[in-house]
C-alpha cells in the first residue's frame, strides 16, 4: 500500500487571493489583506509586502501550485515572481461580500478627500468639506471603480460634479522669470495656459506672478525649459490659492 505525500502543496492562512485565467487555466497568489489596492495605486512598491510567497497557484486555499509547463504555457515565462506581478496588476481580487462593501466605502471616503483637497466654489475661493463632496458624489450616484485608483477616479469626480455644482480645481500660484529676449514671445505662448496674471514686472527680465490650473504645471514648465533653453525659472509660490474657512451649501 502506497501512501500520497502532498509535496507540492503550501498551506498558507489570512490570505487575500487574486485570480486570473490562461491558456483555459486558473491561477491564483496569495497576498496581504489591505495591501493589493495599494499595489495597485502606487502607494506600495514593495512586491515582498504584497505577498505572502512568490509562487503561483492553481488553488490558493487547498495549496495547490502550478506547474511550471502551464506556467509557460500561460505567461511565455517561469519566473514566478514577474508572473505574480501579472496577475497582482490584472487578475481579480476575491473577497467576501462585507470586506467588498468596507473596501468601497473607504474608497468612497479617499475619493471624497482627494476631491476637497483639490478643489474650491470658483467664485468664493473657498474649499469644500469632505462630508460636502461626499454628499454630492451620492447625489450624482457615483459608483466606485475597485480596480481603478483614487486618485484617477477623483479627477473624474470632478468632471461629473462640474455639471452640477460650482467646483474646480484650486490653482496654483506661480512665479516666472524669463530672459528678456525669449520674455514676450513667449508670454503670447504662456497665456493660453494662465488663469490670471497677478503681476507683471518688465525691466531686464520679465517676472509674471499668476495664478494656473495644476493640470497646466508640467506643459507650462516644459514649455519654458525648452524656449528658454534652461534660462528662464519657473517657481511654485504656492499649491493651492484658497481663502480661509469651508464653503457650505445654503
Not at 108 to 136: H, M, Q, S
Request: glycine share 4%; aromatic share 6%.
Amino acid at each position: 500500500m502506497s501512501i500520497f505525500t502532498p509535496t507540492n502543496q503550501i498551506r498558507l492562512t489570512n490570505v487575500a487571493v487574486v485570480r486570473t485565467r490562461r491558456a483555459g487555466k486558473r491561477f491564483e497568489i496569495a497576498c496581504y489583506r489591505n495591501k493589493v489596492m495599494g499595489w495597485r495605486s502606487g502607494a506600495e512598491k514593495d512586491i515582498d509586502e504584497v505577498l505572502q510567497t512568490n509562487t503561483v497557484f492553481v488553488n490558493v486555499s487547498k495549496g495547490q501550485v502550478a506547474k511550471k509547463e502551464d506556467l509557460l504555457k500561460a505567461f511565455g515565462t517561469d519566473d514566478q515572481t514577474e508572473i505574480c506581478k501579472m496577475i497582482l496588476t490584472k487578475g481579480e481580487l476575491q473577497v467576501s461580500d462585507k470586506e467588498r462593501h468596507t473596501q468601497l466605502e473607504q474608497m468612497f471616503r479617499d475619493i471624497a478627500t482627494i476631491v476637497a483637497e483639490k478643489c474650491v466654489n470658483p467664485e468664493t475661493k473657498r474649499p469644500y468639506t469632505v462630508i460636502l463632496i461626499e454628499r454630492a458624489m451620492k447625489d450624482i450616484h457615483y459608483s466606485v471603480k475597485p480596480n481603478k485608483s483614487t486618485k484617477q477616479q477623483a479627477l473624474e469626480v470632478i468632471r461629473q460634479l462640474k455639471e452640477t455644482m460650482q467646483i474646480e480645481r484650486a490653482h496654483m500660484r506661480l512665479r516666472f522669470i524669463l530672459p528678456a529676449k525669449e520674455g514676450k514671445k513667449l508670454k503670447e505662448k504662456l497665456k493660453p495656459l494662465i488663469k490670471v496674471i497677478e503681476s507683471e514686472d518688465f525691466d531686464e527680465q520679465l517676472e509674471i506672478v499668476c495664478l494656473v490650473d495644476p493640470g497646466c504645471f508640467r506643459e507650462i514648465d516644459e514649455l519654458i525649459r525648452c524656449e528658454t533653453k534652461g534660462k528662464g525659472s519657473l517657481e511654485v509660490l504656492s499649491l493651492k490659492d484658497v481663502e480661509e474657512g469651508d464653503e457650505k451649501f445654503e
